[in-house]
């Protein structure tokens, strides 16, 4: 027994100390079996260093106080070069010499405690409370693996009380947190409150699963054996006792040495492996600390120089909500201006909408506001205790957008809620230009990003219609404007001339996109989930613009390839009375598109009434359901007046799905709407449905990637000749996926359903060319 407990310390000490393991995990795990089972038999014989007592003694009710032999006291902080100093020059003056050596170590950013060795024997363990009595956190400490339990080497120390700090190192912290998360707990603010929270749990089976870590870095007491004569001597005979000692230490001269120290550590402190707050100096030989003693609480012969912090508490003001470029909303905090990290926080980023919740963040609350690097701000907990009473009201997300005042929609699944406004929304104005005048949309040339940001920070463009508007004035204004801003004027300007060439160019480009075809129109109006294919669907089917815009979510789900998000998307994007206006201002301004027509022929399939009822989205009313209600003798237009549901034979569950749903009157209305364009449009289509024949007739593709030789649109162009069709999203339906060089999802997804895959010689051999 005795010798498995010294082979299994050891090999703990090489895995967890030195980070170099010397045995294998089965190995190491059978070695410990047995152990166990030795243990179990001889229970007498249980050796107090036993690796066995790691693993969390049972719960306790509360924990008990420990007087500390020998107070554990603070340091004094500096924050300046001259802090240093003077903190030099008084250790001098104190010693009377002209340099002075010192230790410089970290500052550790986690929670002290005191480790008791008897003969080398761990006995007890004690946080520092208030720094005379502290808590017995024994239990808890023998968990920890890197603290031995029985110190290394023969010469070990009647008593030795050890300082140091318990930590958590950043990763380990990470991956707890995603515990947390998964197991839907409450998630830890930093590195430090996880190690505090994991080691003060009364039940030590908790801590021996939360990776803490430990740093020795000072002697409380000692007897029966010589202190070192220096601080770094201490440091580097906890190192050969098999206490861990951080690596990160130095012996350096003067302040200027310090401040070496400083710089150095600071500018690697984001790739240490764990959180530190500062960097540490001390006297380093120990009888000149003894010399100079303590103030107070605190040494003269130390000092704790810390980083500008990077956290730091403040109150909440207000939570606004910021639109992001494609209408991403993102609740912000405005803060009580705090100095965080030696820079000036007023705002904080609260990520989405659950992240608010999640954290439960009001107006009026006190905050740990927290700035790393570069990165925004953020807002990492509310201090609870601090919350005014009585208690501010829980945030909500504003239903409105609040630079446009449209809805504000979260889609299910998404964590982003986003404004609808489209082109309305000032945020997202710029962006929605872009995408209008781009080269498979409106086809704008020459309305480049750069004129784009000034025409909508001056004031010119409200929405895309005011594109064709604008006089040549406006674009010389605009140009000198941002000239202006910019400090680049040209010369010419400022003798008077004015260029005028480039605003005629741009104002004729702008004239020649007034009529595009329908899909590209579409295309270009940037609504949610349709891309190219779609935007061709709509208008190969339906085939003019004032019927795609007034279409009922219904009609545009029998469409092929539009599923339930597309044609949600589309008829919410229609359905948003600014989106109207502006389409409306677009074609007052003269942009037709060119080609419309009636719908296709074989829209008449697609209108059955099964298909329309079922496209509904009642619930429970699937098509079967609705083909019973269709062979009852039920129409659109008749269902739409009924009120009894139960004389169908459907299902009570059914019935009663659909006579609730009917008792919503706008469904109603919706029903018999639905009914009446079903009427509408059936009269207007050609009869006889001439679809075009060819070999490859009701075959599906989805084409991906940059073919060798010849563009997406071309291919697509032979396939329709060849009577098949091209479509935007690949499903089980899809017939083939012709993909070509940096295809992404839609390959992968190809693949996943087992639809076969084509490359563009592939697709030509079956074109038959
Ligand atoms: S020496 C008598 N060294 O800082 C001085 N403390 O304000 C004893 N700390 O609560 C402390 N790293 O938790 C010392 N390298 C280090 C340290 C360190 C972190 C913490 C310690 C203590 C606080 C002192």
């Known amino acids: 027994m005795a010798w498995l407990v010294e082979e299994l310390n050891r090999h703990i000490y090489n895995y967890h100390v030195l980070d170099a393991p010397t045995i294998p995990d089965a190995e190491y795990d059978r070695l410990f079996k047995e152990l166990q089972d030795l243990e179990s038999a001889h229970p007498q014989a249980v050796k107090n260093d036993s690796p066995t007592s790691r693993v969390g003694a049972a719960p306790i009710p509360e924990f008990k106080q420990v007087t500390h032999s020998v107070p554990m006291l603070s340091l004094n902080n500096g924050f300046l070069d001259e802090d240093v100093d003077n903190f030099d020059r008084r250790v001098r003056d104190g010693l009377d010499v002209h340099s002075v050596d010192y230790s410089a170590e970290l500052k550790f950013d986690g929670l002290a405690i005191t480790l008791r060795y008897e003969n080398g024997i761990f006995v007890q363990a004690a946080t520092r409370g208030d720094g005379y009595t502290g808590e017995d956190v024994t239990a808890n400490i023998r968990t920890v693996r890197v603290i031995p339990l029985r110190l290394h080497g023969d010469a070990v120390p009647a008593v030795l009380e050890v300082r140091g700090e318990v930590l958590m190192f950043k990763e380990d912290f990470a991956r707890l947190n995603q515990r947390q998360r998964d197991a839907g707990q409450k998630e830890f603010a930093n590195p430090r409150n ?33 202190l070192p004569d220096t601080h770094s001597g201490v440091l580097a005979w906890f190192d050969r006792l098999g206490l861990p000692v951080s690596k990160e230490r130095a012996v350096v001269n003067g302040a200027a040495g310090l401040l070496g120290y400083y710089r150095n ?9 764990y959180e530190i707050d500062g960097v540490v100096y001390k006297v380093d030989r120990v009888a000149d600390q003894a010399a100079l003693g303590f103030v107070s609480r605190a040494p003269r012969f130390a000092l704790a120089h810390k980083f500008p912090a990077e956290e730091a508490l403040t109150v909440v003001s207000a939570i606004d909500v910021q639109v992001g470029r494609t209408g991403a909303i993102t609740p912000v905090a405005r803060l009580v201006p705090v100095s965080v990290g030696g820079v000036t926080v007023t705002n904080a980023t609260l990520h989405n909408e659950d992240e608010v919740l999640r954290k439960d963040v009001r107006v009026g609350d006190t905050v740990i506001v927290r700035r790393a690097g570069d990165v925004i701000p953020e807002v990492l907990a509310v201090v609870l205790e601090r919350r005014p009473e009585p208690a501010p009201m829980r945030y909500e997300l504003p239903k409105t957008c609040p630079v446009c005042g449209s809805h504000v929609v979260r889609e299910e699944g998404e964590a982003v809620a986003r404004c609808s406004g489209g082109l309305s929304c000032a945020a997202q104005r710029k962006e929605a230009i872009r995408h209008f ?68 160019n741009l104002l004729e480009a702008i004239a020649a996109s007034k009529n595009p075809p329908l899909e590209r129109l579409l295309f270009a109006l940037g609504i949610r989930h349709v891309g190219e294919s779609t935007a061709k669907t709509l208008a190969d089917w339906l085939g003019r613009f004032e019927l795609i815009r007034q279409a009922p979510e219904a009609l545009l789900r029998v469409l092929p390839d539009i599923g339930g998000t597309v044609a949600e998307a589309i008829a919410e994007f229609f359905a948003e009375e600014k989106n109207q206006q502006a389409i409306n201002a677009l074609l007052a301004a003269g942009v037709a598109p060119q080609g419309e027509h009636a719908p296709k022929a074989q829209l008449r399939e697609k209108l059955d009434e099964v298909n329309l009822l079922a496209a509904l989205g009642i619930p429970k009313l699937t098509e079967p359901r609705a083909r019973q209600l269709i062979a009852a003798g039920q129409s659109l237009e008749s269902l739409a007046h009924l009120n009894v549901f139960g ?36 009269a207007q289509l050609p009869e006889a449905a001439a679809t075009p024949e060819g070999h490859l007739s009701g075959k599906t593709f989805v084409l991906t ?46 693949e996943e359903l087992g639809v076969t895959i084509l490359d563009e010689a592939g697709l030509m051999a079956l074109l038959g060319q």
């Open 194 to 226: 996880a190690a505090a929270g994991s080691l003060r749990q009364l039940d030590a089976r908790i801590t021996a699963q939360r990776k803490l870590r430990f740093f020795a870095y000072g002697i409380g007491l000692l007897e029966g054996a010589d």
């Open 437 to 504: 005048a781009g080269r498979r949309m409106m086809d704008i040339e020459g309305l480049g990003d750069r004129y784009i940001d000034s025409l909508v920070e001056c004031n010119l463009i409200e929405r895309v219609a005011d594109l064709y508007t604008l006089k040549l004035d406006d674009l010389l204004t605009m140009k000198r404007m941002a000239d202006e801003r910019e400090g680049t004027t040209p010369e010419t300007v400022k003798q008077g001339k004015v260029a005028t060439k480039w605003a005629d």
């Open 705 to 750: 990637g940059t073919l060798p030789t010849m563009s997406r649109d071309a291919a697509g162009a032979l396939i329709e000749a060849a009577g098949g069709r091209v479509a935007g999203s690949v499903s089980k339906k899809t017939s083939y996926v012709v993909a070509g060089l940096d295809a992404g999802s839609k390959l992968a997804k190809a």
């Open 647 to 682: 004389v169908f034979g459907l299902p009570a569950t059914v019935s009663g799905a659909l006579e609730e749903w009917m008792a919503v009157p706008s469904n109603r209305e919706k029903i018999a709407a639905l009914a009446k364009l079903r009427a509408e449009l059936l």
């Open 265 to 273: 550590i600071g500018e690697r402190r984001a790739g240490l492996p």
